[in-house]
């Protein structure tokens, strides 16, 4: 059980206040406290991953300003992976970033480093492809919510799977001036569930959906 924020943007902005935005999810939102670690992932002209073990709302580090964000605040589950850097989203593999919000009962991938479910999860994406990767899993391995943040080959790719009348493993998506910004809670629009949304690097926003898309 995790809160996230992703910021896609035209501009540079300055990740400050959307990191504070996160805090307060983590420290005061919905099933709170998420404080088993955090990570956060900028780009720019270049990248930057930083994670640490200790609640996100004790952070002093400061960061500079970038135009992707993906930062992510961890709740251990009660039979969940121990808290350390290796299972502390986001996870990274070459150009592709992921972080998930839930529980799947997914077979550990051969090539995962930690031992988080949400580490095999991205791993099998990448393997199967995104929206087939998700519907298989979620035909085939029991969740209580596939909800995640990829960025994979310059598209941002918001995935909401969870079941109906869930009211924590919700999606908001939102536009501010010149970018978009995905998070767990607050203030935007629903994201429907059983959809993916793809946001390509000028905004456009295409949903797909999982369990009816077939074409691939």
């Not at 992703?6 to 420290?27: G, N």
């Not at 955090?38 to 640490?52: A, D, S």
């Not at 004790?58 to 009660?78: D, N, Q, S, T, Y």
């Not at 592709?96 to 077979?107: A, K, L, P, Q, R």
Request: hydrophobic share 35%; net charge positive.
């Amino acid at each position: 059980m995790c809160r996230f924020i992703a910021v896609l943007s035209t501009r540079e902005f300055d990740p400050e206040i959307y990191l504070k935005e996160l805090e307060l999810q983590a420290k005061e939102g919905k099933k709170s406290p998420h404080g088993d670690g955090w990570g956060v992932w900028l780009k720019n002209e270049y990248e930057l991953i930083h994670r640490e073990t200790s609640p996100i709302w004790k952070r002093e580090v400061k960061f500079p300003r970038a135009k992707i964000l993906l930062a992510h605040a961890r709740k251990r589950g009660k039979n969940g992976a121990r808290i350390a850097l290796e299972n502390t989203h986001p996870f990274i593999r070459d150009s592709s970033v992921f972080m998930h919000n839930g529980i799947v009962e997914i077979d550990r991938h051969l090539y995962a480093r930690g031992e988080t479910d949400s580490e095999s999860y991205f791993l099998h994406l990448l393997d199967l492809g995104i929206v087939d990767g998700v519907r298989y899993i979620a035909e085939n391995y029991k969740y209580t919510s596939l909800n995640a943040v990829l960025y994979h080959r310059g598209k941002l790719y918001v995935i909401r799977v969870t079941p109906e009348g869930d009211d924590y493993h919700t999606i908001y998506l939102r536009r501010e001036n010149s970018r978009i910004i995905v998070s767990t809670e607050g203030m935007g629009e629903l994201m429907p569930n059983g959809k993916i949304a793809e946001i390509t690097p000028n905004l456009r926003i295409r949903y797909m959906d999982i369990f009816q898309d077939k074409r691939r």
